[in-house]
């Protein structure tokens, strides 16, 4: 059983930087690929960016690529959302997710562990 936790939602104003973590079971990242989810109030759940098995490859979504930066602690057993520049539309509850798919499969939310999300509001 995986166990995923994540802190470092905030209020911060628009431009302004957050970084995201999330504690891990031991070994989880040798044995899964890692993601953020994010889910707007009467929105669907939507990929956000995701880290590979011991962190060999990353993707991103188109709207926050550039401005997002997703890495992982293996010592620590952390995962990490750097959000650098946030904007309004990136306010949203971001889930931590641990999956043995990747890619397409991925992005669609196909995962196997969900953490239970810290909240992020970023006013205009």
């Known amino acids: 059983q995986v166990q995923l936790v994540e802190s470092g939602g905030g209020l911060v104003q628009a431009g302004g930087s957050l970084r995201l973590s999330c504690a891990a079971s031991?070994?989880?990242?040798?044995?899964?690929?890692m993601g953020w989810f994010r889910q707007s109030p009467g929105k669907e759940r939507e990929f956000v960016a995701a880290i590979s098995v011991i962190s060999t490859f990353t993707d991103y979504a188109s709207s926050v690529k550039g401005r997002f930066t997703i890495s992982g602690d293996n010592a620590k057993n952390t995962l990490y959302l750097q959000m650098d520049n946030l904007k309004p539309d990136d306010t949203a509850i971001y889930y931590c997710?641990?999956?043995?798919?990747?890619?397409?499969?991925?992005?669609?939310?196909?995962?196997?562990?969900w953490g239970q999300g810290t909240q992020v509001t970023v006013s205009s």
């Open positions: 997710a641990a999956s043995t798919n990747w890619g397409p499969v991925l992005r669609q939310g196909h995962t196997d562990y």
């Open positions: 031991r070994r989880t990242f040798n044995n899964y690929n």
